[in-house]
């Protein structure tokens, strides 16, 4: 099977995209690998295996690669003196591009527009979890239980501090601050601003446990990862989440079996239908004996590779149970009466 990972994107997390792909070659060995990047002004281009390397990006040599352009039935590129079109060749494309574009549903919507398989969030899925609002009433609506939460305009708030402030349209913790006070709050929302207008606050609750659960729907059965409990001192920000190598994530063998029943329900609650041909990660807090969804990673960082075994076996199941959404028969026959009965 030959995997066609698209990565980079017009996004604030478009390095964390390249470090997703970069991943994602060291941990697909039995099938074939193509890459394609989006550059920030959205071009698309063919990037070799070997240039797979953080430098070659960083250092522009991606703009000596071939460019793609994508039409119906996938990617196209132009070969040889007379300039001949080309398609190329691939099975199913990974979407790895996080944050705008890949999530908020422009790469899924051009993908489903053009009839190109994929391993990705549809539209809708989209739509509910790359906004934070939307995510919380999703959840509500299914049963499942959230941090209560305001939409602020300006620093204030009606929680007691400590709060969490958050750009409500952002991944990967970027913007996000906790205020203990008044003076942090304002410095706190100043920051979330830089990168969203639509910014929420949540209470900081002291003491909460946090665990990640990835999975995705296969042949009408769930296959889910190991439960991850996330161990940290306060909440994580960009350069914990990313940079600080000491942040210790344990993985759960002997977990409590009651409580490996009740995440995998919430976990099968959000995904449903709603969120076919992907492979998600949701992040739950629990507190007291009560589960809240954090949020939905509709295209975790690497795809959650460390949560599973066998990842690449896991990878190929999900990959052979995508299906392109059914084709509407058109055949008039609406306008056809409609012109019979005016007589014309």
């Known amino acids: 099977m030959t995997f066609l990972i698209i990565f980079g994107g017009q996004s604030f997390e478009h390095e964390i995209s390249i470090v997703s792909a970069i991943t994602l070659k060291e941990k697909i060995k039995n099938n074939n690998l193509k890459f394609v990047f989006i550059d920030q002004t959205r071009d698309f281009y063919l990037i070799e295996k070997e240039n797979m390397k953080s430098k070659f990006f960083a250092r522009g040599k991606f703009k000596k690669s071939q460019k793609l352009e994508i039409k119906k039935g996938g990617f196209f ?5 007379l300039k001949k079109e080309e398609k190329l060749s691939f099975d199913i494309v990974i979407n790895l591009v996080h944050g705008r574009d890949g999530e908020d549903g422009k790469i899924p919507a051009m993908l489903e527009f053009f009839g190109i398989k994929a391993i990705s969030p549809n539209i809708e899925a989209s739509a509910i979890s790359y906004n934070k609002v939307l995510t919380k009433a999703y959840a509500k609506e299914i049963g499942v239980e959230v941090i209560e939460y305001e939409i602020i305009n300006s620093p204030k708030t009606k929680f007691n501090f400590p709060v969490i402030v958050k750009p409500a349209r952002l991944g990967s913790s970027i913007g996000v601050g906790v205020a203990k006070n008044q003076n942090e709050l304002d410095y706190a929302f100043d920051v979330a601003r830089e990168f969203d207008d639509l910014i929420i606050a949540e209470p900081f609750i002291e003491g909460i446990n946090e665990y990640n659960l990835a999975g995705f729907l296969s042949d009408e059965e769930f296959i889910f990862s190991k439960i991850e409990k996330v161990e940290k001192k306060e909440y994580l920000d960009f350069e914990k989440k990313y940079l600080d190598f000491s942040r210790k994530n344990i993985m759960l063998s002997n977990i409590e079996q009651n409580f490996e029943i009740k995440i995998k329900e919430k976990f099968t609650k959000i995904y449903n239908s709603t969120f076919k041909n992907a492979l998600i990660r949701c992040d739950f807090f629990e507190k007291d004996g009560i589960i809240y ?11 959650a590779n460390y949560l599973f075994d ?3 076996n896991k990878l190929e199941m999900l990959a052979k149970s995508v299906t392109l959404e059914e084709k509407i028969i058109i055949d008039y026959q609406y306008i056809n009466k409609i012109q019979m009965a005016k007589g014309k």
């Open 293 to 303: 969804l954090n949020e939905i990673n509709p295209i975790p960082g690497s795809m």
């Open 310 to 312: 066998n990842f690449e």
């Open 77 to 81: 590129y132009k070969k040889g003196f």
